[in-house]
């Protein structure tokens, strides 16, 4: 019954080598000193989730807050303002800095880019494990900064509040700074392991998709981080030493700040949905069992974005006091982004047609991506129009929109790359129907909580606000509904995800019928990758039957 | 459709709100358009071609004339919107001439608005109907942004530079006035409101000065006294007896006395005198002074020239006069306002307007 209704090949008795990359070695020592990439990126699995939760349990807060319009519960309040604007910049924060930026790249791409080169590892294998040594190091300081009087800047620290207001706001900064370049590391080894490691007879237009949108990515990564570092420097040290670069009070220019921020931070954005798309341009393929519909274009798609993002940043700032020539070239260019994203999904879906589509876990998520990018995309044309976005900017229609983009787009592709490729993980599969019924339940949430914010951001709702009036409280008491949805989903997705690790190692090496190299190992794969070093056959996503050998 | 527009956006109070809207709708439905694009084939394929053991897909690696049309048809779409949002944006941007000027100075939490006259408000603003209004606008520490949702603008307001809105109102009465760029903890409640006011009923608000004066019709003489900062006496009259560099009179003692003019005469300095002097400074000079005061007609209101007398009076008279009588401020009756304001240099708690 398995068969008819999945495309999961039949578990394979093959013989398992005895060795993997988990029990090669054993101690916490042997983990703390590993150069491995895979466990390296298990390790930065581990962190990226802890992140998510806490970041997503500030999130229900922040929601929860907002549910009655005098933040009572059960008759008492139970909030101030000031622990409101905590509790927004440090989801914020959490989910950007710790959480999405290193979500796919430093964890799942970590695990899966030698693979998928047919590597035995990155190229600097040290260098990645200080990658996620600063990760550890930028969290604790991001922690402790929480507990020290928190941070309520905003996650975008716009100055000068941010250099006026309490708080223990320079050791959030610096924890930033840190995760800066825990992400350039990690892109500096994409980069380098992606020229110089792929398998023999992989050029470049055989390689995944994945590799592609994870390249483009390092390369904002190298090129954009060191922005942010600077910048965060300078708000440092204007906070502590009083260097007048951002405060007017003593000659600096605030809109500099917005400035040196977005040129990082809008680059960044891409360094977020270019993994999810990379994602999805595998899992597509994948459980359509048909290649993928205009390859190249794809990969081309992905580099232009990545150029692209390099020079769109004003659109942050079309109120905020740019010239208007400024304004006006940013919007246009705006306008370019839409095309290269619209290839990507006529790409997919050109890929779906007539194609043999299984919807496991991984598909759903997919197939969710699609539905909930093709919004995140089409509102962002809303932003883009100069005259429309006068009226939406700083409201919630923007907050709805970059849900829409980052949790619609990355959050749910990167889910559906963990699904993807728990099996190659962990050696283990996951029950399917729960897999199925926690998706649903976090689509259908994130429908609910998102898109009554884009009305009420449209009926005049600026963001970031602790009070708001009674017009508004209707749509806040469906989308706080719709939050706690959203956090049933991620709590069923943990359980069933934890209890498939209870389970002894029963997953095939190929259960999805892949075509890329990090199928061909043994799930999970041994200390080194592969036991040859493999060779490319033939390229990725040929789906044509094999001519009858064996 | 009348009914989606109001449904999703807030109600029009400006002429540019309606070509906003116009945009907006059309983005809706060409959003749904494409979003339907989109899903059908998305959920139609995953149905349609559903997974069935043993089927063979076909090897469609490419499509270049496809590829072309998915391209050029969105750059077409997305140029078209780009000049549509540009049309809307060079109005905004550029305010008419004949455009009424009110400065606004914000800070935490607290909008502060000034008219041409020097008339001051806090957290409330009363604008002509269809006559365009611009707002020259600074802030005294962080960012806020000066946001009317019926009057769908919006602009930052930046510390240290100067940034403009404008907007002509087209509709009656009560507009809501929000601050959109995260100013910590009194954001939210950092509100204004916008009176859209008839001829009649703004030159009533004009002729009483703003909202302080219901807290201070009841003290001329602190009225007066912010009127003496505010409308640059100070500049030349000192309180204290002193004589300042610019060189007029001081104030101290001053009422009641009899003065020496330059031309000989002795006057009595009483309501009619100090009225005269304000409006008409040239008629009589005191012995010893340059003729060298503005006429204050125009700039000063009866309200305030009341308020500057009882300033006056209180500084204290001459002791070889009588006893100044005491002054009421009567002059014309305040329209009945909601909210309340903040004195001129003290910081008012933010009010909430809810």
């Not at chain 1, 680059?267 to 270019?274: D, E, F, N, Q, R």
């Not at chain 1, 006529?346 to 909930?372: D, H, Q, V």
């Not at chain 2, 603003?125 to 365009?132: D, G, Q, S, T, Y």
Request: hydrophobic share 45%.
């Amino acid at each position: 019954m398995e068969h008819t209704l999945t495309s999961r090949a039949p578990v394979a008795d093959l013989p398992r080598p005895e060795k993997n990359y988990l029990n090669a070695t054993t101690g916490i020592w042997s983990w703390m000193t590993t150069v491995d990439h895979k466990r390296i990126g298990v390790m930065y699995l581990v962190g990226v989730l802890s992140a998510f939760f806490i970041g997503g349990v500030f999130a229900l807060l922040v929601r929860l807050s907002l549910l009655s319009p005098t933040h009572t519960l059960f008759g008492k309040q139970w909030i101030t303002a000031e622990m409101y604007n905590r509790l927004f910049t440090l989801h914020g924060a959490v989910m950007v800095f710790l959480f999405i930026i290193p979500s796919v790249p430093a964890s799942l791409a970590n695990f899966v880019l030698p693979l998928m080169l047919g590597a035995k590892d990155v190229a600097f294998p040290r260098l990645n494990l200080a990658s996620f040594y600063l990760w550890v190091i930028g969290a604790v300081m991001a922690v402790t900064s929480m507990i020290t009087g928190a941070v309520d800047t905003g996650w975008t620290f716009y100055t000068p509040y941010s250099t006026t207001t309490e708080g223990s706001v320079t050791l959030m900064i610096m924890a930033v700074f840190v995760l800066g370049f825990s992400s350039i590391f990690t892109g500096i080894n994409f980069v380098a392991t992606t020229h110089k490691l792929r398998a023999p007879g992989m050029g470049w237009f055989d390689l995944p998709l994945f590799i592609w949108g994870i390249y483009a990515t390092a390369i904002i990564q190298v090129l954009a981080t060191p922005v942010l570092g600077i910048t965060l420097a300078l708000l440092a040290m204007e906070r502590v030493f009083n260097i007048g670069i951002f405060d007017p009070k003593i000659g600096g220019d605030p809109v500099l700040f917005q400035h040196f921020f977005w040129f990082y931070s809008h680059p960044a954005v891409y360094i977020m949905i270019l993994p999810g798309m990379a994602i999805i341009s595998e899992l597509i393929p994948t459980f359509s069992k048909k290649t993928m519909f205009g390859y190249r274009a794809v990969a081309y798609s992905s580099v232009s974005l990545a150029l692209l993002s390099f020079i769109v940043w004003g659109h942050h700032m079309f109120v905020a006091g740019q010239s208007q020539l400024a304004t006006v070239v940013f919007s246009a260019l705006t306008f370019l982004v839409a095309i290269p994203s619209g290839v990507k999904m006529f790409n997919w879906l050109g890929t779906m047609y007539k194609g043999n589509i299984s919807l496991e876990t991984p598909m759903c998520y997919a197939i969710s991506f699609l539905l909930l990018f093709a919004i995140g995309g089409l509102t962002g044309i809303f932003l883009g129009a100069l005259s429309v976005d006068i009226h939406l900017t700083d409201t919630y229609f923007v907050v709805a929109h970059f849900h829409y983009v980052m949790m619609g787009g990355t959050v749910i592709a990167f889910f559906g790359g963990v699904h993807y490729w728990w099996p190659k993980i962990t050696g283990r599969m996951y029950n399917e129907n729960w897999g199925r019924f926690a998706c649903a339940l976090i689509f259908i949430g994130f429908n609910v909580t998102f898109l009554t914010q884009f009305v009420m951001g449209s009926l005049g709702m600026p963001r970031r606000y602790f009070n708001y009036l009674p017009i508004y409280h209707p749509y806040h008491v469906v989308s706080t509904i719709g939050s706690w949805i959203i956090g049933l989903g991620f709590a069923t997705m943990a359980a069933y995800l934890l209890a498939s690790l209870r389970k002894p190692m029963d997953a095939p090496d190929n259960p999805w019928g892949g075509t890329t190299l990090e199928w061909t190992t043994s799930s999970p794969p041994t200390e080194h990758n592969f036991e040859d070093q493999p060779v490319l056959q033939k390229a990725p996503y040929d789906y044509r039957p094999e001519p009858v050998a064996k | 459709m009348e009914w989606l527009r109001s449904a999703m956006l807030p109600p029009q109070g400006s002429a540019f709100a309606g070509e906003v809207d116009t945009l907006y709708m059309a983005l809706f439905w060409l959003s749904v358009v494409l979003f339907i694009g989109i899903a059908f084939p998305a959920i139609y394929f995953a149905w349609r071609y559903r997974f069935k053991p043993g089927r063979v897909t076909p090897h469609q690696t490419h499509n270049t004339m496809l590829e072309i049309i998915w391209t050029v048809i969105p750059l077409l779409l997305c140029v078209g919107i780009f000049f549509w949002g540009l049309d809307g944006w060079m109005k905004y941007a550029v305010a008419p001439g004949e455009s009424m000027q009110i400065q606004i100075s914000a800070k935490k939490w607290i909008w502060q608005f000034e008219y041409p006259d020097g008339t001051r408000t806090a957290n409330e603003i009363h604008v002509l109907i269809n006559k365009p209004v611009q707002f020259v606008m600074t802030s005294e520490d962080v960012l806020h942004d000066f946001f009317v949702p019926d009057m769908r603008v919006k602009h930052d307001i930046v510390p240290g530079r100067y940034t403009q809105v404008w907007f002509t109102p087209t509709v009656h009465g009560e507009h809501h006035v929000t601050c959109a760029e995260y100013c910590g903890k009194g954001h939210s409640d950092m509100q204004a409101k916008l009176f859209v006011d008839t001829r009649e009923e703004f030159d009533k608000f004009m002729l009483t000065g703003g909202t302080e004066w219901e807290d201070y019709k009841m003290k001329p003489a602190d009225w007066g006294k912010i009127q003496y900062e505010r409308k640059g006496c100070k500049t030349c009259h000192s309180i204290d007896g002193s004589k300042t560099a610019q060189g007029g009179p001081s104030w101290k003692g001053i009422w009641g006395k009899m003065e020496e003019m330059n031309d000989g005469k002795q006057v009595l300095v009483d309501e009619a005198y100090v009225r005269e002097s304000m409006l008409q400074p040239q008629a009589k000079i005191v012995k010893g002074y340059e003729p060298i005061m503005p006429t204050f007609q125009g700039l000063l209101r009866e309200t305030e020239i009341q308020g500057l007398m009882a300033f006056i009076k209180s500084l204290g008279n001459d002791p070889n006069g009588g006893p100044p009588a005491p002054t009421v401020l009567t002059l014309p009756p305040p329209p009945a306002k909601p909210g309340t304001a903040a004195a001129p240099g003290q910081t008012a708690p933010a009010t909430q307007p809810k």
